[in-house]
Nanobody, 125 residues
């Protein structure tokens, strides 16, 4: 059963923008904490942004001020708006959902969480 479906990846030049989408099943969207991770080529997966228990959003330092999370409750969809993209943002981007706030700083989710299949973002200079 697929719980999270990402879309919106692609190729863009440095300085450009992309918006990724993650559509979740209703139960997942309403009950789980959601966020985004990425895995650059040859590197480990790292957290990008995710919701905290108090409703605030945690961002990785590398994306603060450039990326934003937006929820569309009518569509059970979480968006990652990415602006001023850099070559270093090239990665496979994964949506994640967990019963606890996703581990943005730890780069992982718990065993009760789910991963999407990922969508590729490539930024060229």
């Amino acid at each position: 059963q697929v719980h999270l479906v990402e879309s919106g990846g692609g190729s863009v030049q440095a300085g450009g923008s992309l918006t990724l989408s993650c559509t979740a099943s209703g139960d997942i969207y309403n009950r789980y904490y959601m966020g985004w991770f990425r895995q650059p080529p040859g590197k480990e997966r790292e957290g990008v942004a995710g919701f905290m228990r108090d409703g605030s959003i945690a961002y990785a330092d590398t994306v603060k001020g450039r990326f934003g999370l937006v929820r569309d409750n009518a569509k059970n969809t979480l968006y990652l708006q990415m602006n001023n993209l850099a070559v270093e943002d090239t990665a496979m981007y994964y949506c994640a959902a967990d019963l606890v706030p996703v581990g943005i700083y730890a780069g992982r989710i718990s065993t009760s969480g789910y991963w999407g299949r990922g969508t590729q973002v490539t930024v060229s200079s």
